[in-house]
C-alpha cells in the first residue's frame, strides 16, 4: 500500500537568511539581558519564515522555547489557540503546579485543567474578566522567564482571531516581561487592504522593542544553493536560471518542482502546486478570475491600456476585475499604470487552465494589439513579444515572419541567446509555411548558416555542432568553396570545443576549399581564422598555414594588426618574440577599440590578459581581463569569448593572492556555465583554490573538474592544468597509489615539454609526488623531462628552481633545469638542498606570487631544521604563516603550524601540548624508536621501566604530532632531530 509513497527532497542549509537569522540571535542577546523584545517576520507564503525560525529555536541555547501557531479559522475561530498551544507545553513539562492556583481561571484557556475525575469538560466556573486572564498569562510567562529566557515563537499571525491579537498586545505594550523575546510570523501576501492585522501591526510598530523583519524572495544564487541542497549535487547553470525565472527564488516553489522529479525544463507544474496557486484564484468573482485568463496570455507584466484593448470590457467592468485580484495578492499594480503577477507560477497555472480554442484566440487578441500600439509594451520588446503570441496562436505565417524580424532585432540588442532561439523557432516554422523562402527573403541554407552563428555567440555549442552538419548537407562545396569552408571550419572549432575531436580533418578541408576560392578579404579572413584553429592542433602547420596569410595580407596592403587576433598572437609566438606579441596584440586592441568592433576587441583582451599573465605581469593581467569582461557583457558574448576573460581573471587573482575577489569571479563563471571544454579552466581554478583552503567541498569540486580528462580531446592547456591538480589532489589526499597513477600520466604526456607554462606546474607536482612516495626512478625521470623544458619567464624559473630544489640539481639563469638522475629526496644535513630551495625561494620573491612562495618557504624550513639552522626555520616558518593566514589557505597553516611545533618553536602551538623541545631523554628514546626497538628493549637499553618507555614513546608521539612510531621515526629523520643523540 505503501509503495508508491515517494519521499520529498528536503534542503537542510538554511539558505540566503544569514542577515535576519542574526538579527534574531541580537534580539535573542537583549532579551538575556533583560530588554523584552518583540519580532515581527513577514513575508510571502513559501518564503521560509518557518524555516528561519525553527533554524534560529535550534540554535537558541539555555532558552526555554514554546510555540504556538494561528489556525485558519478565520474572526469566529479558537479564541487563544497559538497561546493555548504554547501553555499546553508548559503544562505537559510542570504540571499543573506551575499554574500556581489559578487552574480555574486558565481553565478558559486549557479546558483539560477543569476536567472532571471520570474525563467529563464541564465549561469552567470562573467568570473572571478578560483583562485578569491577561494579567494571569504575562505573570506565568515573567515567572518563566525569571527561571531563564522565554522564546515564544508564534506562527501565521494573519489567521490570528481578535482574542489572540489584545493578548499579544497586552504582552507587547503593557506586560513587557524581561527576558521574554517574542516572535510572531505573517504572511504579507494575505494581508489585503480590509484584513484586520493591517491596522493591528500598525499599533505594534509605535511600542517600545518592536522591530519588523520582511523575508524577500532568494536570489538566482540562493535558488542554486537550495536545488543544489535538495539534488545532492551541483545543478547545471541552466537549470538554476530555469527555475529561478519561473519560482522567482520562492523556496516552497523551488522544493515544489524538485519533488516533481528533475527540474530541468519541467515544463507542468506538479498538481500539488498548481492546487496551491489556484486556490486564491478561484475565490475570486467569475468576471476577476475571466480577466485573470485574458492577462495570464498577455505574459507576467502588462499595461492597463493594452490589457484594456485586448479584454474589450468597460472602463468600469475591468477596473472592478482587476481591484479584486489586486485585493487578493494575485495582482500588484506600480504607479506607472502597469500591472504585474505578484508570483510568475501564478500567471503560468491560471495560462495552463485556458481551454485549447481560447488560448488561442487570446493570443492571436494580444499579438494584433501590439502590431497596432508597439509603445504599449517595454521598449524594444515589441517584435519578441509579437512573434510569441502568434506562434501560441498557431499563425505559422506571421509567426514565422514576426520570429525572423524579433531575431534581427534580438541581435541589434547582443541578446544573442533570445536571438538563437528565435532563429530556432523561425527554422521550425519553415516547414509549416509553404512560401517560407519568399516571406523571408533567404534560403533556407542562410537561415541555417545565420542561427549556427547565433548559436556560436550564445555559447550553445552542442546545438550549433548538430546545425552544421545540417547545413554541409545542403552546401555545394562546388560552387560555393568559402561557404563550404566557414561551416566546416565553425564545425572544426565545435568539435574541439565540445571535446568531441581536435577537429582537424574539417579544418584542413576547410583551408582546401578557401585557398581555391577567388582573392577577397572574406577569403584573407577566413584563412587567418582557419590557420588560427589548425595551430591548436598542429603549431608547426598552423604557423605555416600562418606565414601564407601573412604574405597574402601583405600582397593585399593589409596591417598585420587588422587580422583576426588569433592569427597576430600565433605569428608573435611562432618568431619567439619575448614579449610574446604583446605589442602586436595591444595595436589590435586600440583598432578595435576605434572601429567599435567589440567582439574583435574582447578576443584582443583575451589574449592580452593572457600574455600578461605568462610574463608575469599579473595586475596588468587581471586588469586587461575585467576591461574585457565588462565589454563582453555589454555586447552579450559573456558565455563564449567573454567566458575565457573570467577564468584569466580569475587566474591572475589567485596569482596576486586575492583570493576573495577571484572566489567573486570564479562565481561569475559558475553563474553563466562556459559550454564545453571551455567550462574546464575556471572549474580547475576553482578546484585548486578550494584544495589550497581546505574547502569542505573540495572532493565534488575535483571531481567534476577531473570528469573533463575523459573527454576524447582536450588541448594541452586544458588538459595539463588538469593534471597538475590530479597529482596535487592525490598528495593531499596521501592516496600514493593514485599518486602514482596521475605521475605515470603526466610523464606520458607530450605537451608537457612543449608548452612551459603549462609543463612547469606539472613537473612541480611530480617532483612532490616522487619525493612523497620516495620513488627515485619517478625523481630520475621527471629530472630528465624537466631538462628538455625551456624556462624563459619568472614563474617558469621558479617552478624549475623548486623542481630542481625538491628532487636535488641546479638551475641555469636561463635555460632548462640540471638534476641528477636519481635524487628523490633531502637528506638531513644536505646544505646543498638547503641553498636549492633557498634559490627556490628568491625566485618565487621574484615572481610575486604569495602561496607559491610560502609552500616554498615551508619546505626550505624543513630543510633548514635537518641542517640545525634554527633561525632559518624560525622566520621561514613565521613567514609561511603568516602568508597562508591572509590567503586563507588552512592546510597550508596547519602544516607550518605541525612543523613548528615538532621543531620546538617558542609559541608555535599557542598553548596546546607538545609545543616544547624534546627533552634529553625522549631524545635517546626516539633514536631507539627510529633503530626499530620495542618498548621492552629500550627499557633494557635505558634502564627504565617498560611503562616509563611507553609513556616516553606516547608523549613523542604527541609532540612530533604523527600517528604511530613509524611516522615518528620519519619525521625524526627528515628533521634531523637524532643528530645530538648519535
Known amino acids: 500500500m505503501l509503495g508508491a509513497v515517494t519521499a520529498r527532497p528536503a534542503c537542510t542549509t538554511l539558505v540566503g537568511r544569514q542577515r535576519e537569522l542574526a538579527a534574531l540571535r541580537d534580539a535573542l542577546a537583549r532579551t538575556r539581558a533583560g530588554e523584552p523584545t518583540t519580532v515581527l517576520v513577514g513575508g510571502e507564503a513559501g518564503v521560509g519564515k518557518t524555516r528561519l525560525l525553527e533554524e534560529f529555536g535550534g540554535a537558541a541555547d539555555g532558552v526555554r522555547l514554546l510555540v504556538g501557531q494561528c489556525l485558519e479559522l478565520g474572526e469566529a475561530g479558537l479564541p487563544f489557540a497559538p497561546i493555548a498551544a504554547a501553555l499546553r507545553a508548559v503544562l505537559r513539562r510542570d504540571g499543573p503546579a506551575v499554574f500556581d492556583g489559578y487552574e480555574a481561571e486558565f481553565a478558559r484557556l486549557l479546558p483539560e485543567l477543569a476536567r472532571g475525575p471520570l474525563g467529563a469538560a464541564p465549561p469552567p466556573s470562573s467568570d473572571a474578566p478578560r483583562g485578569y486572564l491577561f494579567d494571569l498569562v504575562a505573570e506565568l510567562f515573567a515567572r518563566l522567564a525569571d527561571e531563564q529566557p522565554l522564546v515564544l515563537l508564534i506562527e501565521d499571525l494573519h489567521w490570528a482571531d481578535r482574542s489572540t491579537r489584545d493578548l499579544i498586545g497586552f504582552l507587547v505594550r503593557a506586560a513587557r516581561a524581561d527576558r521574554l523575546l517574542l516572535v510572531c510570523t505573517y504572511r504579507s501576501d494575505e494581508l489585503h487592504r480590509g484584513h484586520p492585522l493591517r491596522p493591528f501591526l500598525a499599533e505594534l510598530d509605535r511600542a517600545r522593542g518592536v522591530e519588523r523583519m520582511e523575508l524577500s524572495r532568494l536570489d538566482r544564487d540562493g535558488t ?135 488560448h488561442a484566440r487570446l493570443h492571436a487578441r494580444w499579438a494584433a494589439a501590439i502590431e497596432a500600439q508597439p509603445r504599449l509594451v517595454a521598449a524594444g520588446r515589441a517584435p519578441a513579444e509579437i512573434a510569441h503570441h502568434w506562434y501560441a496562436a498557431h499563425d505559422h505565417a506571421r509567426a514565422l515572419v514576426a520570429a525572423r524580424t524579433a531575431a534581427c532585432a534580438a541581435a541589434d540588442r547582443y541578446a544573442y541567446a533570445e536571438q538563437s532561439r528565435l532563429l530556432e523557432r523561425t527554422l521550425e516554422l519553415w516547414e509549416l509555411v509553404p512560401d517560407a523562402a519568399d516571406r523571408l527573403g533567404m534560403d533556407h541554407l542562410a537561415l541555417l548558416e545565420e542561427t549556427i552563428a547565433a548559436a556560436t555567440t550564445a555559447g550553445d555549442y552542442h546545438r550549433a555542432l548538430t546545425l552544421t552538419r545540417a547545413a554541409l548537407a545542403e552546401v555545394d562545396g562546388t560552387a560555393e568553396p568559402l561557404r563550404a569552408a566557414r561551416l566546416l571550419d565553425r564545425r572544426g572549432r565545435m568539435l574541439a570545443m565540445l571535446g568531441k575531436s581536435d577537429g582537424a580533418a574539417e579544418l584542413r578541408e576547410a583551408y582546401r576549399l578557401a585557398a581555391g576560392a577567388p582573392d577577397g578579404p572574406e577569403r584573407l579572413h577566413l584563412l587567418a581564422d582557419v590557420a588560427a584553429h589548425v595551430a591548436r592542433v598542429d603549431r608547426a602547420q598552423g604557423a605555416l598555414l600562418a606565414a ?72 596588468e593581467s587581471a586588469r586587461a581581463a575585467a576591461d574585457g569582461v565588462a565589454e563582453a557583457r555589454r555586447v552579450g558574448i559573456s558565455r563564449s569569448t567573454g567566458a575565457y576573460l573570467l577564468s584569466n581573471r580569475a587566474e591572475a587573482l589567485l596569482a596576486l593572492g586575492r583570493w576573495a575577489e577571484a572566489d567573486e569571479v570564479l562565481a561569475d563563471a559558475a553563474r553563466i556555465d562556459p559550454p564545453g571544454v571551455t567550462g574546464s579552466h575556471w572549474l580547475q581554478l576553482c578546484a585548486a583554490l578550494r584544495l589550497a583552503q581546505g574547502h569542505p567541498a573540495v572532493d565534488e569540486t575535483i571531481g567534476r573538474s577531473l570528469s573533463f580528462l575523459t573527454k576524447p580531446y582536450l588541448h594541452p592547456h586544458q588538459r595539463l592544468p588538469l593534471i597538475e591538480l590530479r597529482l596535487e589532489a592525490a598528495l593531499a589526499a596521501d592516496d600514493r597509489p593514485e599518486a602514482r597513477r596521475a605521475a605515470a600520466a603526466a610523464l606520458a604526456d607530450s605537451g608537457v615539454a612543449d608548452h612551459p607554462r603549462y609543463g612547469w606546474p606539472v613537473l612541480t607536482a611530480l617532483a612532490r609526488a616522487a619525493r612523497h612516495v620516495g620513488d627515485d626512478d619517478l625523481a630520475a625521470r621527471t629530472a630528465d623531462l624537466a631538462a628538455a623544458v625551456p624556462v624563459r619567464f619568472p614563474a617558469e624559473r621558479a617552478y624549475a628552481a623548486q623542481v630542481a630544489a625538491t628532487v636535488g640539481g641546479s638551475v641555469p639563469a636561463g635555460g632548462p633545469v640540471a638534476v641528477p638522475a636519481a635524487r628523490a629526496s633531502v637528506e638531513a644535513g644536505d646544505t646543498g638542498a638547503l641553498t636549492r630551495w633557498r634559490a627556490a625561494v628568491a625566485a618565487w620573491r621574484a615572481d610575486g606570487q604569495p602561496y607559491p612562495l610560502a609552500r616554498a618557504l615551508l619546505a626550505l624550513a624543513e630543510v633548514a631544521a635537518a641542517t640545525g639552522e634554527r633561525d632559518e626555520v624560525a622566520a621561514a616558518v613565521a613567514e609561511t604563516a603568516a602568508l597562508a593566514d591572509r590567503l586563507g589557505a588552512a592546510p597550508l597553516a596547519e602544516q607550518a603550524a605541525t612543523l613548528a611545533r615538532r621543531v620546538g618553536l617558542r609559541g608555535a602551538n599557542r598553548g596546546r601540548p ?3 623541545l624534546l627533552t634529553e631523554r625522549e631524545r635517546e628514546v626516539l633514536r631507539l624508536v627510529a633503530e626499530g626497538h620495542s618498548n621492552s628493549r629500550i627499557a633494557e637499553q635505558l634502564f627504565i621501566s617498560p611503562k616509563t618507555a611507553s609513556v616516553h614513546v606516547s608523549r613523542i608521539i604527541a609532540k612530533l604530532d604523527v600517528h604511530n612510531r613509524v611516522e615518528a621515526a620519519a619525521v625524526a629523520h627528515r628533521l634531523g632531530l637524532l643528530a645530538e643523540t648519535r
Open 548 to 619: 601564407d596569410v601573412l604574405a597574402a595580407a601583405h600582397a593585399s596592403g593589409v596591417d598585420n594588426a587588422e587580422l583576426p587576433v588569433k592569427v597576430v598572437a600565433l605569428l608573435r609566438r611562432a618568431d619567439h618574440a619575448t614579449d610574446l606579441g604583446l605589442a602586436e596584440l595591444r595595436r589590435s586592441e586600440a583598432l578595435a577599440r576605434a572601429a567599435g568592433a567589440a567582439p574583435a576587441l574582447v578576443g584582443a583582451l583575451v589574449h592580452i590578459s593572457d600574455v600578461l599573465f605568462e610574463l608575469g605581469r599579473y595586475e
Open 914 to 916: 607538545g609545543a616544547d
Open 224 to 358: 542554486g544553493a537550495v536545488l543544489a541542497g535538495l539534488l545532492g549535487a551541483e545543478p547545471a547553470a541552466r537549470a538554476v536560471d530555469d527555475i529561478h525565472d519561473r519560482t522567482q527564488g520562492n523556496p516552497l516553489f523551488i522544493e515544489e518542482l524538485a519533488a516533481a522529479g528533475d527540474p530541468i525544463g519541467c515544463a507542468a507544474l506538479p498538481e500539488t502546486l498548481r492546487d496551491l496557486l489556484l486556490a486564491r484564484v478561484d475565490r475570486l468573482p467569475e468576471p476577476a478570475q475571466r480577466v485573470l485568463r485574458i492577462a495570464a496570455a498577455g505574459g507576467t507584466r502588462f499595461a492597463h491600456e493594452l490589457l484594456a484593448e485586448v479584454a474589450g470590457l468597460p472602463d468600469a467592468d475591468l477596473e472592478e476585475a482587476l481591484r479584486a485580484a489586486v485585493a487578493a495578492q494575485l495582482v500588484v499594480a506600480d504607479p506607472e499604470g502597469d500591472y504585474e503577477f505578484r508570483h510568475a507560477l501564478v500567471r503560468e497555472a491560471v495560462h495552463d487552465e485556458l481551454l485549447p480554442g481560447e
